[in-house]
Structures are given as structure tokens and as C-alpha cells.
């Protein structure tokens, strides 16, 4: 049978005043599943959501939830999606439980299910004990927990995730992580959320959608995206003073010995070789020659950011901090690939 296209996406592009936010946009999402928009900050993932949950009319393009047309049907698709927003959107001065009630009563839910359900979805998130609780009193963790809990009151048919964990610690990340897969194992709902965590894209989607500066830059699962590098990525640090890391970089890819470098900082450089048992060997010849003194160097199979490494020449994972430093100091090269 056929895949059920639950979200269609095509051409969607949203101008503000100056900027394309969202530029020609198009992708699919099948039913029943995690699909992510992964990128850094400004990259227009919460401006795609505000278009595909009705909240924003788009510049220009079409899409539909769930059948139903974002231009057209606008309440039909409202009635399709729980969303959960990048920014709290509960009220601090309800209790957790007034919070959900509020909510179901407002999406029409029936009184006599609403209780059971509330208590249901509660028990879910592990707030049951907390429910009579004012939420201004809640952690930021339970916070999202609750969003979470009250973006499913309704049973949706997709539900969006916007950042659902951004600003939260490592242990309640994990635990928002466990209810969203266990909500594609029980329900099979189909989920879309955006992150700017690679290890989030990387074990919560099915596939992603690489996007920056308003583009989708490459769409496929975590393994298709690495794929794409397909080869060894190598790390090689230097010791900063004498001769700088790009005169090292240059040499290498002057004979041949890597695909491609990117400066990852002042003295980190990044390659992507054939084979990195092989080339380690010889940059510490080339180091040799240029008297650099190699401080380190560790290789891997790619990670999501060595992909959007290859893709932008910028590491993902230092966008929050220095990313205007990262782009500035910018110097990539690529070769003609003899074998892609
Ligand atoms: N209401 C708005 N008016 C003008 N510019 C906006 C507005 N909302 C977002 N932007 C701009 O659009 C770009 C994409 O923003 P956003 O969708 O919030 O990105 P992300 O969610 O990926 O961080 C950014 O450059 C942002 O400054
Ligand atoms: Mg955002």
C-alpha cells in the first residue's frame, strides 16, 4: 500500500520586509512519521510552521495538512494539528490541570471524555501529580511536558514540535525525547518538529530536511544524509604559532590526499578523505615538511554536522555563539570529486 501523504508542502516562501525567511520551500511527510526540519537559528523554521499551522499567510506556494488546504481550509487543518510553539504559550497563573481543560473544552472536546482524558495525558508526560499545581510554580521541563500533554488533548492527526527542547538539560531532553518516540510507537501520529540539535534530529527523525537561510539544502533519512559525505571525516589540530592550519590544508589538498577541507576553527581543520587510515599517516608527513607540530587528531564516520559542514561551511554546533565569526573566517575548498 501506498504511503499516505499527510503533509504536502510545495513552493512555500514567505517575504518579510527585507528578508526571504522561507524560500521555495517543497517536501512530503508520510503518516506515522518523525519528520524534522533541522538548521541553525534564523534558518525559517518557525516561520514554515507558523505558515503550515494557519498562523501566517505565505508570500507565496501551497500546502496541505492532512488533505486539507493551508489557503482554503484553514479551520480544517487547525482541526488536524496540535502544535506545541517554540515559546511557552501556557498560563502561568492556571494549574496544570485548568491549563488542559481550558484547551479541550476551547477544541470542542467532550465534557464527559475530557476529564479522563486530561488525567490520561497527564499520566503520560508524568505530571498526574502536579495537575492541581499553578504552573507558574513548574520547572521549564514540565512546562514543555505539559505543552506536549495539551497539544494532544485533541487527538490530532500530526502533531508540530517547535524546538521541543530547547534550553532544557541533557535529562529531561532525554525524557521528551522517550514520549516522543513512544508516541510514534503507540499511536503511530505523524510528528513534525524543528530543532537546531543535530543528536535530536539524529534520534528522533526519520528523515530530516536540512534547511538554511530559507532553503532546504538536502531531505533524507540520518543515514542518506551521511551518505552524501559517504567517506571519512578526519579532525586534525595544529599547534597555532608558525606555519597557520590553511597552509597545511592547502598542501594536502595540493596532492591529492583529501576531497575537501573546511577550517572548523583558528587551528582545527576538518577533511573528508577516502580512507582515513591511510591519509592519517601522511599528514604527519606533510606536517613534517612544513614544520607544523600536529597536536591531535581523531577521525569518524560523518555526523549530521560534518553534513552541514560539507553543505554550508559552517558547523551547525557553533551557530548559537560565533557563527558571523565562523562564516567570516570561511575558507573552503572543493575539488572535482574523481568518484562521486
Ligand atoms: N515577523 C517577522 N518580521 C520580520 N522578520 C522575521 C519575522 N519572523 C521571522 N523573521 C526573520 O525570518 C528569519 C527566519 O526566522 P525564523 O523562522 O524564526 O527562524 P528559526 O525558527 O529557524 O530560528 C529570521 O531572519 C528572522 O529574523
Ligand atoms: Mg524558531
Redesign the pocket.
Known sequence: MARREVIVVENLTKK??K?V??NKVSFKVFKGEIFGFL??????????INMLITLMKPTAGEAWINGYSILREPSMVRKSIGVVF?DSTVDRYLTGWENMWIHGVAYGVPRRELKNKITRLLRFVELEEYGNIQVKNYSGGMIRRLEIARGLLHEPEILFL?EPTLGLDPQTRAKIWDYILDLKKKSGMTIFL?THYMDEAEKLCDRIAI?DH?RILAIGSPEELKNVIGRDVVYVKVKEDAVPAKVLAEKIIEDGLALEFNIVSGNTLSFIVEDAYRFIPKVFDVANSLKTIILEVKYSKPTLNDVFLHLTGRELRREEGDWKDTVRTRIRMRFRRRTL
Do not use: C, H, M, S
Request: negative net charge; glycine residues 20%; aromatic residues 4%.
Open positions: 518579510f520586509e528578508i525567511a522561507v538548521g541553525p537559528n534564523g534558518a525559517g523554521k518557525t516561520t514554515t517554540q517547535d524543528t534547511i530559507g
